[in-house]
């Protein structure tokens, strides 16, 4: 791990990860340290690429910054070839057997991981399901942040471990919202999409509705 990320700095790493613009201030309350030894760590995180700030106005007194990973930092938290070689192998299998294999491939693995997942999903309550779900999905390395509300579920997953491949082939995402739906058994919809230029992708898991 390069030295930068270590110790104080590593955790301020780890809190962007699933926060979407935090301040010096809310940082230093988080850590428990003081403001100061806070800028100092952000200062250095910034120099070294790993962190980006933007500036908002305020009503009153100075504007605020507030801190966001870069895409530098996402790809040294998790840094893999394997989506550079899953769309190479994809596009060597579209030039040989045309799209329709790439899609029937694609429909086959979710089919896989739903038929491996079905019995341990099966007997649950949605509160278990989503539950489960956000262990599954985070310990393949998406970062999920779980939000839930008085009529649905959010998923918002801080980091796509597949990006490179859906910004290909986006019928992954169509598959991966194929699954979410198998699995929970109630209506599932993508909000955020970062293949839209969104920050994360989002899904919303109605507790209505119940397939």
């Not at 305020?58 to 840094?79: M, V, W």
């Not at 694609?106 to 509160?127: D, G, I, M, Y």
Request: net charge negative.
């Amino acid at each position: 791990m390069d030295p930068v990320l270590k110790e104080t700095r590593g955790e301020i790493v780890n809190l962007l990860k699933t926060r979407q613009g935090v301040s010096a201030s809310e940082l230093a309350e988080e850590l428990e340290l003081h403001s100061m030894t806070i800028r100092q760590h952000l200062a250095i995180l910034e120099s070294n690429g790993y962190i980006q700030r933007t500036k908002v106005k305020s009503n009153r007194g100075r504007p605020k910054f507030f801190y966001h990973l870069t895409q530098k930092a996402k790809e040294k938290i998790s840094p893999s070839s394997y989506p550079k070689f899953a769309v190479e192998l994809l596009d060597i299998l579209e030039s040989i057997d045309g799209s329709e294999k790439v899609d029937h491939l694609l429909r086959t693995h979710v089919e896989n991981k739903v038929q491996a997942e079905t019995e341990n999903f099966e007997n649950k309550t949605l509160s278990q399901k989503v539950n489960m779900l956000t262990s599954l999905l985070d310990a393949e390395g998406y970062m999920v942040e779980l939000e839930e509300t008085l009529d649905a579920y959010l998923f918002k997953m801080h980091h796509c471990i597949l990006k490179e491949v859906a910004q290909r082939y986006r019928q992954l995402c169509n598959s991966e919202l194929e699954m979410f739906l198998q699995l929970l058994g109630v209506f599932v919809e993508r909000v955020c999409h970062t293949i839209a230029e969104d920050n994360y992708c989002s899904y919303r898991v109605s507790k209505l509705n119940v397939i």
